[in-house]
């Protein structure tokens, strides 16, 4: 499952980062890392940004970043 498909008001644990290069790099930037819990806090309504909470920290995330975050 990945971060896009969590329903809002979840808490999920990061378990795998997909991608590679310039794109994980910024989702590591921003403190998404293996084994971190993210909390879905808004996701729009055509999907795109899904608003998450990581580390007591409000980001925005694109749909694209999202499907690549593997989530338990």
Do not use: C, H
């Not at 580390?55 to 690549?68: H, P, T």
């Amino acid at each position: 499952m990945t971060l896009k498909e969590v329903k809002v008001g979840t808490t999920v644990k990061v378990r795998k980062l997909n991608g590679e290069g310039p794109v994980k790099r910024r989702i590591m930037d921003m403190g998404i890392t293996k084994g971190v819990e993210v909390f879905v806090r808004k996701v729009a309504p055509l999907g795109d940004p899904v608003e998450v909470t990581v580390r007591g920290y409000e980001l925005s995330l694109r749909k694209a970043d999202a499907e690549m975050i593997e989530v338990e």
